[in-house]
């Protein structure tokens, strides 16, 4: 990631500056520039502005940093991406998370503490683009930098957030900054005695096979997945992997996998976004639903929903999460039924 200042001249202080000040609003996450118009996305929600950006600049930046960037403002950092189009250059901004929120102001259970408090496993926190997995992880790793002296490695692409050491030691990683890929970055920090690693991303299946055999020698690994719900994530995982090695790979993941945490972001009723989440804290039922060479993921939902309906909190389903979120008035039934994965559970016109 390459540092700037503001008050720097050049070319690239020149060219953000016209877009500075939608940075400065903390409720955009992304900026959009499409031919020389310029949209964000503010709560979630696509929205116009009167900024334009020239063509040329986005080209500038295509020749002399490439398709894909990361900048570090004073005070904002980015990520971007450019590729041509019809009308010349789109390009995509990722305003990178600010500050890092505490666990309690992102509405989490209680029962996520507990998380903070594993010595060895691995926990996946899933869903798609957008859906606050960094930030989710991020508090996370904040809450264990607040109460545990370890050492933490993290290795992402880009670095999104910015640790400051309170009781634990950071060593933070970027793909493409003297790291070559996921995989190899992995296996490097097995190295360097690490007590907790947060991978940014476990994108293909040999990154998936290094992370669970970190955790299988004993470290505290959490990562993200593309994947919905938490059946889902276990069936992503398994077909990521050719069929002679499923069973190696079933066996793994009932073993080191500690929790899988699925969620997604919905708007409020006040114009703000919640976040709705599928969770399971494995018990032996659903490790030997895992294990089991016979097919029979299906069986995790009605576990996880068994468990719930019982009143133990290491479980939530989407729809208990949506039915909380309905209940406390933070959104409408109709916000419950078009996000929820099970709409026939929140039956009405």
């Not at 964000?40 to 020239?54: A, F, L, M, N, P």
């Amino acid at each position: 990631m390459k540092s700037l200042s503001w008050n720097d001249n050049g070319p690239l202080q020149d060219g953000w500056r016209w877009i500075r000040p939608l940075f400065e609003d903390e409720m955009i996450t992304d900026v959009h520039i499409k031919g020389e118009g310029c949209y964000v996305r503010r709560r979630g929600v696509i929205e116009d502005t009167d900024i334009t950006v020239s063509q040329s600049f986005v080209q500038w930046l295509l020749e002399t940093y490439g398709q894909d960037a990361s900048f570090g403002f004073d005070d904002v950092r980015i990520r971007m991406h450019i590729l041509g189009s019809i009308n010349g250059y789109d390009m995509a901004v990722r305003v990178l998370p600010r500050r890092i929120p505490p666990l309690e102001q992102l509405g989490l259970p209680p029962v996520f503490s507990e998380l903070i408090q594993l010595k060895r496993g691995l926990v996946l926190v899933t869903g798609a683009v957008g859906s606050g997995k960094t930030t989710t992880l991020g508090s996370l790793i904040q809450a264990i930098n607040e109460v545990r002296p370890v050492n933490i490695i993290t290795i992402e692409d880009p670095v999104e957030l910015i640790y400051n050491p309170i009781k634990a030691r950071f060593s933070q990683r970027e793909i493409g900054g003297g790291v070559s890929t996921y995989p190899q970055a992995i296996r490097d920090a097995l190295r360097e005695d690490p007590d907790v690693v947060l991978v940014g991303e476990t994108r293909d299946p040999e990154a998936l096979e290094a992370v669970m055999t970190l955790a299988e020698t004993g470290k505290l690994v959490f990562t993200t997945l593309h994947s919905i719900d938490v059946a889902q994530t276990f069936h992503r995982i398994l077909d990521s992997f050719p069929a002679h090695k499923q069973p190696i790979i079933r066996a793994q993941c009932s073993m080191v996998i500690q929790a899988v945490v699925s969620q997604v972001l919905v708007p409020t009723v006040n114009g703000d976004r919640a976040v709705a989440q599928e969770f399971a804290f494995l018990n032996e039922a659903i490790r030997n639903i895992i294990r089991s060479r016979e097919d029979k993921l299906h069986l995790l939902y009605p576990e996880i929903e068994s468990m719930e309906k019982q009143g133990d909190t290491h479980f939530r389903t989407f729809t208990g999460s949506f039915k909380r979120l309905v209940s406390r008035g933070q959104i409408t039934l109709e916000t419950a039924r078009q996000f929820a994965t099970r709409p026939r559970d929140f039956p009405g016109s």
